[in-house]
C-alpha cells in the first residue's frame, strides 16, 4: 500500500507544496493518514468514524486547486455536516443522522482542497471540557493516556499532536479550541465572532459565543485555513468586514512593539497552579525579550454573575438542541440516551423562563462591555490558557453522591429543579475552576489564541493564551508568528505518536 513516511516533517501547506510538484500524491497522503489512524487510534481515541473510502474517492480527483490541495485533514463530529457521513455529536441519540448537504464551512474546506479522512471525538453536543462519552469513550492525551485531551475538540487535538494529520476542525464555545491545544501541547485559535461560517443549519452558535475553525501544528497553517474559510454567507444576522491584508501573510509580518498586559489572576475565580504560573511569568521574559512592552493588568470582570449568566444560556442553548434533534430525528429523547450531566442540562434549560434567558443575555451583553475599555489600553492581553495542566480522566465529572443524585432526579423526570441545581453545582464549580480564562472572550467576541510555549517539569504541555482587539486576528498571528520562530514547538513530540 502506498503512503508517505515523511509525512510528520511537514505542515499542511508545506504537505500541498509537494503536491503541487508532483513529489507526492494526494491517494498517498490519505493512504498514509489512514496507516497512522489505525496503528494509533487504539490508545488515543481520537477517531470515531472513518471516511476511508469517501476520502480515497476524493483523492483520486479531480480536486480543486486551493491552497491545501490533495491535504488530508479530520474534523470534529459536531456542527460541520459532510454530505452522507454520520454527524453524531458525541451523542448516542444522534446515531443514524446523516446529513444530506454539506454546511457551508465544508464547502470551503472541499473548495481549499482538504480531504476530510475521518470524523473525531468530542464532547456530548460539545458541553464539557474534556471528552469521556458513553458514545464513543474517552479521548487520551497522547502525551499522557492517563490525561484528558481538553474538550469539546479533543479528538482533533491528540490526532494533530500525535502527528496523524497536520490539520483537524473545531469550535470554540466556552474555549474547546484553545483548551484541547493547551492539553495537546499545539496552536489554536478562535477567530473573532461571524469571521466563519456557521450556515445553513445555524444563523449563529450559542448566542454568537461559538465559532469554527482549526487545531493546526504551525500558525500558518491556522492562518491559511482562516484565509480559505472567512467570510460572510448569504442569511448570516452579522459578519465582519474583509481584512486589509490576508492571514497569511500577517504570521510572516513582524508585530512592532506591543504593549501586552499580562495576568495568572483567574477571571472567574479558582486557584491556579505553579506551573501555569511559571508558564506566563516565562513567556513574560520572551515578550520582554522580543521589544514589546508588558505590563501585569486584568480586565474587569463580574466572575459570579459572569459564571451564572453563562450557565444560564448554556442550558437553554443545550435544551433547545435536543428539542430540534428531536423533531430533525423523529423519536422522544430519552435519559438513557445521553450523559445524566447533558439530561441535567436540558431539563434546566426547560426549566428556565423566557425572562430569565434574556436577563442573562443581559448580563453577558454587560460583561463585554465592561471588558471592552480594557483593550483600548493595551493590544493584546497575555494569560494561561488554563488554571492546571491536563488533568487525569474522571477529574471532572460528577462524583459518589452528586452524580447519583443527578442520576436519581433525571430518572424521574426532574421536578424539583431547585435540587437539580444544587447538585450540579459542585460539577459546575469544577470546571470553571478548571478553565477560568477562556469563557469571557467568548462573549466578548474577541479573537484568543493558546500557544505552546511551556511544558511541565513533568512533561505535560501548558498553553498560554493570548487574546486580541474584537476583529484584529492580524495582531495575533502576527505575535504568534514570531513566537514561533523565537521558540519552535514543531519538535516536540509526545510518547504516542503515529
Known amino acids: 500500500m502506498a503512503g508517505f513516511a515523511e509525512m510528520s516533517n511537514y505542515d499542511g501547506l508545506g504537505l500541498a507544496a509537494l503536491v503541487r510538484g508532483g513529489d507526492v500524491a494526494p491517494l498517498d497522503l490519505v493512504e498514509e493518514v489512514i496507516t497512522r489512524i489505525e496503528r494509533t487510534n487504539p490508545r ?16 483520486a480527483g479531480p480536486l480543486p486547486d486551493g ?3 490533495g491535504v488530508p485533514f479530520l474534523m470534529k463530529d459536531l456542527l460541520a455536516a459532510y454530505a452522507g457521513v454520520p454527524l453524531r455529536s458525541g451523542s448516542r441519540f444522534y ?20 480531504i476530510a479522512v475521518a470524523k473525531t471525538a468530542t464532547s456530548e453536543l460539545g458541553v464539557v471540557p474534556y471528552v469521556e462519552t458513553a458514545a464513543h469513550g474517552d479521548a487520551h492525551n497522547p502525551w499522557d493516556e492517563t490525561r484528558i485531551t481538553g474538550g469539546s475538540s479533543g479528538g482533533s487535538a491528540a490526532a494533530v499532536a500525535a502527528r496523524i494529520v497536520p490539520i483537524a476542525t473545531g469550535g470554540d464555545g466556552g474555549g474547546s479550541i484553545r483548551i484541547p491545544a493547551a492539553c495537546c501541547g499545539i496552536f489554536g485559535l478562535k477567530p473573532t465572532r461571524a469571521r466563519t461560517p456557521c450556515g445553513p443549519d445555524h444563523s449563529e452558535l450559542w448566542q454568537g459565543a461559538a465559532v469554527q475553525h482549526v487545531l493546526t501544528r504551525s500558525v500558518r497553517d491556522s492562518a491559511a485555513v482562516l484565509d480559505a474559510t472567512a467570510g460572510p454567507e448569504p442569511g448570516a444576522p452579522y459578519h465582519l468586514p474583509a481584512p486589509a491584508t490576508p492571514f497569511l501573510a500577517e504570521v510572516t509580518t513582524e508585530p512592532g512593539k506591543l ?9 472567574l ?3 491556579v497552579d505553579p506551573a501555569c504560573v511559571a508558564a506566563v511569568a516565562d513567556t513574560v521574559r520572551l515578550l520582554g525579550h522580543l521589544g514589546h512592552d508588558v505590563v501585569e493588568a486584568a480586565p474587569d470582570v463580574d466572575a459570579s454573575a459572569f459564571a451564572r449568566a453563562f450557565f444560564t ?32 442540562l436540558k431539563l434546566l434549560g426547560r426549566s428556565i423562563s423566557a425572562a430569565d434567558f434574556v436577563a442573562a443575555q443581559h448580563a453577558l451583553h454587560a460583561a463585554a462591555r465592561r471588558v471592552a475599555p480594557f483593550f483600548q489600553q493595551h493590544d493584546v492581553l497575555l494569560t494561561p490558557t488554563l488554571a492546571r495542566p491536563p488533568v487525569t480522566h474522571r477529574s471532572l465529572q460528577p462524583k459518589g453522591a452528586e452524580a447519583s443524585v443527578m442520576k436519581a432526579l433525571g430518572q424521574l423526570r426532574a421536578g424539583r429543579t431547585m435540587n437539580l441545581l444544587l447538585s450540579l453545582t459542585p460539577s459546575v464549580d469544577r470546571v470553571y475552576e478548571f478553565i477560568p480564562y477562556t469563557p469571557v472572550f467568548n462573549i466578548t467576541g474577541q479573537p484568543a489564541m493558546s500557544v505552546p510555549l511551556h511544558w511541565s517539569p513533568e512533561g505535560l504541555p501548558i498553553g498560554v493564551q493570548f487574546v486580541g482587539r474584537y ?4 495582531t495575533l498571528l502576527r505575535l504568534a508568528g514570531q513566537l514561533e520562530r523565537a521558540r519552535p514547538w514543531h519538535d516536540r513530540v509526545p510518547p504516542i505518536h503515529a
Open 269 to 271: 475565580g479558582g486557584a
Open 313 to 344: 444560556m448554556i442550558c437553554g442553548e443545550v435544551s433547545a438542541e435536543i428539542s430540534a434533534a428531536e423533531r430533525r430525528l423523529g423519536r422522544k429523547a430519552r435519559f438513557k440516551d445521553f450523559e445524566f450531566s447533558t439530561w441535567a
Open 259 to 267: 504593549r501586552i498586559a499580562f495576568t495568572t489572576r483567574p477571571l
Open 67 to 69: 491552497p491545501f490541495r
Open 95 to 114: 446515531a443514524g443522522h446523516v446529513p444530506t448537504t454539506d454546511s457551508e464551512i465544508v464547502r470551503r474546506y472541499r473548495a481549499a482542497g482538504l
Open 471 to 474: 476583529a484584529d486576528e492580524a
Open 44 to 59: 488515543l481515541g481520537a477517531i470515531v468514524t472513518p471516511m476511508y473510502d469517501e476520502a480515497r474517492r476524493v483523492a
